[in-house]
């Protein structure tokens, strides 16, 4: 396991679609798509790539989660929109994405980490990647299942790991400028999951 690096890394967003996110129950949405959005914001400031792909966007009439299109319209538009493929490295488009990126560790995130994060983890490791699980970017209809995903990728070696680490482990050094607008966004996404959601007691 390394050291997070901006330089070296891509954000992976699978699957955070407006009513794939219903499925969460193992924590609120809210802070899901919070915690997804804060990264997104994140890696704008540290010119860290992105590619998203969606699951049968337009038969199911699931779209991309609008917040984070407006944070990065082009990773938007450049979306692989999977017809059907479960395991999203099942999908040569998104290989040839992930690999165009020039990048080997990869930052990545689902919907559901017992479905849509799990499966494409494993087979990035797999692949030779260097895999960090973003655990609060997402979430799992059933604590079990969400436990039993974990373990998984434990014992495939994917680092787990949370959206609040992530920012630290990247910024490296609060008095940088980029790292003093990191810790900003960390304030905001703090201030809101703590405040907002009624999680202070």
């Not at 920012?167 to 940088?176: F, M, R, S, Y």
Request: glycine fraction near 6%; include cysteine.
């Amino acid at each position: 396991m390394t050291n997070l690096k901006a330089q070296d890394s891509a954000l992976i967003l699978i699957d955070h679609q407006v009513i794939s996110m219903g499925f969460i129950k193992t924590q609120p949405p809210e802070i899901a798509k919070l915690n997804s959005v804060t990264m997104v914001k994140a890696a704008k400031v540290l010119d860290i790539p992105n590619v998203w792909t969606s699951s049968t966007e337009d038969d199911n009439q699931d779209w991309w989660i609008p917040e984070l299109a407006e944070v990065d319209p082009e990773a938007y538009a450049s979306r692989i929109k999977r017809t059907g493929i479960v395991d999203s490295w099942d999908d040569p488009e998104f290989v040839r994405a992930v690999e165009a990126t020039g990048r080997r560790t990869l930052i990545m995130a689902g919907t559901t980490n017992d479905g849509c994060l799990v499966y494409t983890a494993l087979s990035a490791k797999q692949a030779g990647y260097d895999v960090y699980a973003v655990l609060d970017a997402g979430g799992s209809v059933f604590q079990y299942s969400e436990e039993v995903a974990r373990l998984r990728m434990i014992q495939a070696g994917v680092n787990l790991i949370t959206t609040a680490a992530v920012l630290g482990e990247l910024a490296k050094d609060w008095a940088t400028p980029e790292g003093a607008q990191i810790r900003r966004l960390l304030a905001e996404n703090l201030t809101t999951t703590i405040g907002g959601f009624g999680l202070a007691k």
